[in-house]
């Protein structure tokens, strides 16, 4: 490797808010990697509930192991990672979160891309070992948008759990967003931004983290609902994406304008034959366009196949309701988010 894709000169930069229960394991699997970063750099988000003192714990026990602390009062994990950029030492950074464990040879995988001198960003993948039904569903989502992405060059999105940029272009181009108050959309944003320069990202699904997904219907759908919220101001800042991009299908779009427009739909009760089917008609086009992703799922996982078009109702309203909401909130004209 060239000295730009040597994993001893990347910074892994984790923010970090009431991670204690999580964070041992972290540690350990960033200890263990098949090769190890430069440094680690936590990033305290104001956590309260002993994560700081655990962290040192973590050091005491590992004298040896490079892991910077940090802190800064709650102010988001956007904050917290350009904290972390401003104060590392290597030419790559490595982005992950606390909830997420490394697979062993996640570092190595994250800066293998690198020796293409004109890659400047990489997205590594989820993996999920849950039994839920709900959580296998929320897994085989991603994957879905994986097999988009692997089939593609280059690519216009990069997640936060698994992500990697080089220190200079990161700089030069702004950094997270810190505007965005939770993690709602800044990493999307960046990765929007690089890409209508036309700046090089790529897919490496070699690079695996391990994470929880939602394993309940009413949690994967209040995620959902705020995603759709923030991609108000997402799309917003840019509206080309809303049309295509590398990571999200377009039945899901479908799917959500249909539900966004259903409520419109009722009116045709009140109107002439036929028009009393047409709210019939447009749930039954939602079902319609999710039977392709459920047909592959069931492949996948017959159960969750099974269950998949009822999922993605529901998952369409969900998305709907926080699109509305945040109309409704004026992320479309608010000055304080330009």
Known sequence: MN????SR???VIIPMYNAHEDLGDLLEALANQSSPPLEVILVDDGSTDGSMERARTWVESHPDFPLRILSQENQGPAKARNYGAEESSGEI???TDSDCLPDQGWVEGMVAPFEDPSVVGVQG???SQQPEVMARFAQLEIEDRYRRMKSRPTIDFIGTYSAAYRKSVFIEQGRFDDRFPIASGEDADFSYRLAA???KMVFQPEAVVY???PNTLPKYLSQKFWRAYWRNLLYRRHSSRILKDSYTPQALKFETVLAILFPFSLIGLFL????EFLPLAMLAAIIGFSLPFSLWVLGKDPVVGIVSPIVIFFRSFAFALGTGRGLLKGLWVNE???
């Open 336 to 338: 304080d988010y330009l």
């Open 272 to 275: 002439p034959s036929p028009w």
């Open 125 to 127: 993948v989820y993996r």
């Open 211 to 213: 994470h929880r997904h």
């Open 93 to 95: 950074l490595l982005f």
């Open 3 to 6: 000295a730009t894709s040597d």
């Open 9 to 11: 000169s990347a910074s």
């Open 197 to 199: 320069k036309g700046l």
